[in-house]
């Protein structure tokens, strides 16, 4: 008798606090910090996954389904990214507000201009997506049309609370420019400069701030690095002046290194979102410490 | 029978020609309107020392076509999937298996509702029973080439049948799923459509969350009430009709680094089976109890390659001298098995596995080895837990 009061209890509460918040599911840490930034303590937000997982590799694990059962709106990336387990959570939630076409269902990805959209897909060219690249959220102009377009689906999801929403989002953006503005004084030295990448994750940092992305480590995207490639790459870059090569905190760092090393050129790990560092807390100290990190590594 | 095979090559044929037509038409990218397309291809190469023929584990009724499988060169089942949201409240999916024996199968066809709300989610026509842990999963997604004895002796590999099926998702914090299906009653454990074709019934609850952040777990229990009407088993066939009811508890956990698994992951995964049979068999009357469990983990050391142990096993009453002969008839023997397997895979897209077994499911020993590819291609496959 007692569990099922316990069961009951557990119901009822459940019920009664999602009527105080919105409820947000985001799939990445870097939405779930907008989100934090657009609506304060309006919203009870679930992040998905974290920094140190790879966002395409996630499974629809129990703890999902049952996130995703409770959501009012869910926040995600799209473009592909999360194909291979957002869909299951949509249909096993049974929850009709976050399904495709609700208020309740956000892709960033869909509000900006994605690149690298191909002409043609095929699997033998690896985890290549139709919709273009999905790392939307390393260009902070993006952030902030994607932050407008959020901004007013948490008004039409809980109008009651419309000034406070718009004031959150006046003076988020305001902080935002001021700190683009910033930022790109920073990264003034960056522009023109050649790195190599791990995986094809920054390419929209690197149109932002003018870098140049001379090489992949992955011979196809979502393929794991094979030594004879690698050999092959260092031959290939013997002539051109790579400064740098980098790698996102969630991936596996050892033929970053061992390309480092051969070519005596600095290996940086960027947190690439929210929490992917120490004192990456939010958005802005994600942009704070990837420009620091990759200025540190041009002095070196 | 000839002109049923050349009718089903007829029906493959129009199914292929209409799939690469509608893969041009979505020119590969995933197109909204037309269906999510999937195609496995899965193919073995086995080498056995008993004779497959003669497989059989004493002390259990087995289903048609369960055993280890066919000698040599073969094309395991390769299945074809399609699947898509109907509108914005229905989902259906529809998938085609071709055979050992080279007929095609339809092994799901279903719809079921989506986003219907209060966490409740209605589904019909034919599917993969919701019991159990492994009952649901399609062969790709197997971590062997083949299915644990319980599955093998008590499911006949698998429940899938023609039915409906109720879940609810409870809304609480963790995750608590209660399901209930009624089926007509002609897949194995049941049989002939008994009670003017709603012959069993299952009940299932499943609950798990997250340990921490590199741990996670899932267990579920589930009852199966099947009837049988003149279920057949070997050949020349022993009848049974009666009642078979079974008792499932499943337990799996899941490890990863910081929930990462792309590096290395581990995965421990526990199934028991307990089962009652009452009826007649053979015209004389019979009530029995079998039980089994499987217990297997599989270790990703490096990206791509994975390592797999299992141990198997199966105890049957002793249904006494009646059924001397019979396929009841334990002959003092408990069967078990060991299983070994190395797979690499590419891409999250394509398998090659290396499979032996050490299998003691008959009163003689057999080694059983495997050479195996899976490969899936189409739309992007979903990773369920």
Redesign the interface.
């Given at each position: 008798m007692k569990w099922i009061m316990f069961i009951a209890l557990l119901l009822v509460s459940g019920y009664s606090y999602a009527q105080q918040q919105i409820n947000v599911f985001a799939c990445e840490p870097e939405w779930a910090s907008l989100v934090q930034e657009l609506a304060g303590d309006k919203a009870n937000i679930y992040t998905a996954t974290t920094a140190f997982q790879d966002p395409h590799h996630i499974e629809a694990r129990p703890s999902l389904i049952a996130k995703v059962r409770r959501a009012d709106l869910i926040v995600c990336t799209g473009s592909g990214l999360e194909v291979g387990w957002l869909p299951l959570l949509l249909r096993q939630s049974a929850n009709p507000k976050v399904q495709p076409g609700q208020a309740g269902y956000f892709l960033a990805g869909d509000q900006v201009v994605r690149l690298e959209i191909p002409e043609k897909v095929d699997r033998s060219m690896g985890d290549v997506h139709a919709e273009g690249n999905p790392h939307v959220h390393l260009d902070p102009n993006r952030i902030a049309v994607i932050a407008e377009a959020l901004s007013k689906r948490l008004v039409q999801l809980d109008p009651i609370n419309k000034i406070f929403y718009e004031q959150r989002r006046k003076d988020f953006l305001a902080k935002w420019k001021t700190a683009i503005v910033k930022w790109q004084q920073q990264a003034r030295l960056l522009e023109g400069v050649s790195i190599a990448v791990n995986h094809n994750s920054w390419v929209y940092l690197f149109e932002w701030l003018g870098i140049q992305q001379v090489a992949v480590l992955e011979s196809r995207p979502g393929i794991p690095v094979s030594a004879s490639y690698l050999a092959q790459l260092k031959h290939r870059l013997a002539d051109v002046p790579v400064k740098m090569v980098i790698y996102a905190a969630y991936q596996n760092d050892r033929a970053a290194i061992w390309l480092g090393k051969e070519m005596n050129i600095p290996v940086v790990q960027l947190p690439y979102t929210v929490d992917g560092a120490d004192n990456v807390v939010d958005l802005f100290s994600l942009f704070d410490v990837t420009i620091e990190r990759l200025l540190r590594a041009l002095e070196a | 029978m000839c002109h049923m095979k050349n009718l089903t090559r007829i029906m493959l044929v129009n199914l292929l020609i209409w799939l690469s037509l509608a893969v041009h038409a979505a020119?590969?990218?995933?197109n909204e309107f037309n269906p999510a397309i999937s195609l496995i291809l899965n193919g073995t190469y086995s080498q056995f020392s008993n004779d497959p023929d003669d497989y059989v584990i004493p002390g259990f009724a087995l289903a048609e076509e369960t055993g280890p499988g066919e000698e040599g060169f073969s094309l395991g089942e390769s299945e074809l999937t399609m699947s898509a949201?109907i509108d914005?409240l229905f989902?259906g999916s529809f998938t085609a298996a071709l055979t050992a024996e080279d007929s095609v199968e339809v092994e799901e066809a279903y719809i079921?509702?989506?986003?219907?709300?209060?966490?409740?989610?209605i589904k019909a026509g034919r599917f993969y029973s919701g019991i159990g842990y492994l009952n649901s999963k399609h062969l790709h997604s197997w971590d062997f080439r083949d299915q644990p004895l319980v599955y093998r002796a008590m499911l006949g590999n698998q429940l899938a049948d023609d039915g409906l099926q109720v879940?609810w998702?409870?809304?609480?914090?963790?995750?608590?799923?209660f399901g209930i299906e009624g089926y007509r009653g002609e897949g194995f454990p049941a049989g002939g459509a008994a009670s003017d074709g709603k012959g069993s019934t299952t009940l299932f609850v499943?609950?798990?969350?997250?340990y921490n952040?590199s741990n996670?777990?899932?267990a579920g229990l589930s009852l199966v009430n099947a009837e049988a009407l003149d279920r057949e088993t070997g050949d020349p066939a022993e009848i049974f009709t009666g009642d078979s009811e079974l008792v499932i508890a499943d337990f799996v956990w899941?490890w990863a680094p910081?929930?990462?698994?792309?590096?290395t992951n581990f995965k421990l995964q526990v199934e028991y089976f307990m089962r009652s049979e009452n009826g007649t068999y053979q015209g004389n009357p019979y009530d029995a109890d079998q039980d089994g469990y499987y217990i297997q983990a599989i270790y990703q050391f490096i990206?791509?390659w994975r390592v797999g142990l299992r141990y198997d096993s199966l105890s049957a009453d002793d249904p006494g001298l009646a059924f001397a002969g019979t396929a009841l008839d334990t002959q003092g023997h408990d069967p078990e098995r060991w299983s070994v397997m190395l797979d690499w895979s590419?891409?999250?897209?394509s398998r090659l596995r290396l499979q032996y077994n050490a299998d003691d499911s008959g009163t003689e020993s057999d080694s059983q080895l495997y050479l195996q590819y899976v490969m899936s291609?189409g739309s992007?496959?979903?990773?369920?837990?």
């Open positions: - | 020119k590969v990218t995933s949201n914005d989902y079921e509702t989506v986003g219907l709300g209060k966490g409740v989610t879940r998702l409870a809304p609480t914090e963790f995750y608590l799923e499943h609950t798990g969350g997250d952040q996670s777990w899932l899941k910081n929930g990462n698994p792309k590096q990206p791509r590419r891409t999250e897209y291609l992007h496959g979903a990773h369920s837990f």
